[in-house]
């Protein structure tokens, strides 16, 4: 069965980038601290983001992280999804509209216009489509940013929540949580390393 997974980094205070995010400051200023457990040689870190990488059958991000990634800063040979692990779903985006061009060929994207809801629509069915080549069940993973993963949860669209907790703080930048109706979660699992505390947990 196709899960919709929504897994992203964030600072103790709330925040999934530091302050002043861009094309060419994806995290934001002080931001790579949330990531450093994906390139931690701590083995608990490393099953964390193999395990991750290998159920994604299909993976939904906003625009604004679609700029960063396919910026000219952005990803390449060694720092793409999974941040070196061999991982190339089908990657879908939230938008406006779509980019005029597009410089990560290599990998397979579709622009959705109609909000997250249709995104979210379009990944389930690519990643049933590579369940059944794969013969093995996998899920669509919301990867950001976080106003694209804050729309998913308050549409009720996701079904379960990880979050990679960096013991570090922040101060200011793009925060997670903005408000919106309350929601239960049931905590599924706590992966303590060196580098971050990982959560996981059903949304209700």
């Known amino acids: 069965m196709t899960r919709i997974i929504a897994d992203i980094s964030v600072s103790l205070d709330g925040f999934v980038t530091g302050p002043g995010p861009g094309p060419d400051n994806g995290l934001g200023t002080g931001g790579e601290a949330l990531h450093t457990w994906a390139f931690s040689d701590d083995p608990d870190d490393r099953r964390v983001l193999r395990e991750a990488t290998a159920r994604s059958g299909a993976v939904v991000l906003g625009r604004r992280l679609f700029d960063v990634v396919d910026g000219p800063h952005g990803w390449d040979d060694t720092t793409g999804y999974g941040a070196g692990?061999?991982?190339?779903?089908?990657?879908?985006?939230?938008?406006?509209?779509?980019?005029?061009?597009?410089?990560?060929?290599?990998?397979?994207?579709?622009?959705?216009?109609?909000?997250?809801?249709?995104?979210?629509?379009?990944?389930?069915?690519?990643?049933?489509?590579?369940?059944?080549?794969?013969?093995?069940?996998?899920?669509?993973?919301?990867?950001?940013?976080?106003?694209?993963?804050?729309?998913?949860?308050?549409?009720?669209?996701?079904?379960?929540?990880?979050?990679?907790?960096?013991?570090?703080?922040?101060?200011?930048?793009?925060?997670?949580?903005?408000?919106?109706?309350?929601?239960?979660?049931?905590?599924?699992?706590?992966?303590?390393t060196t580098t971050a505390t990982h959560l996981t947990y059903d949304v209700l």
């Not at 950001?144 to 993963?149: F, K, S």
């Open 85 to 192: 692990e061999v991982g190339k779903p089908a990657f879908v985006v939230v938008t406006g509209s779509p980019p005029a061009s597009v410089r990560l060929t290599g990998l397979d994207w579709t622009f959705v216009t109609t909000g997250v809801a249709d995104a979210v629509t379009v990944a389930r069915g690519r990643a049933e489509q590579a369940s059944s080549r794969s013969g093995k069940d996998l899920d669509v993973v919301l990867m950001g940013g976080g106003a694209t993963i804050a729309s998913a949860l308050e549409d009720g669209l996701v079904d379960t929540l990880t979050l990679h907790l960096a013991p570090v703080v922040l101060g200011a930048g793009t925060p997670l949580f903005t408000g919106g109706a309350p929601r239960a979660l049931v905590q599924r699992s706590v992966v303590p």
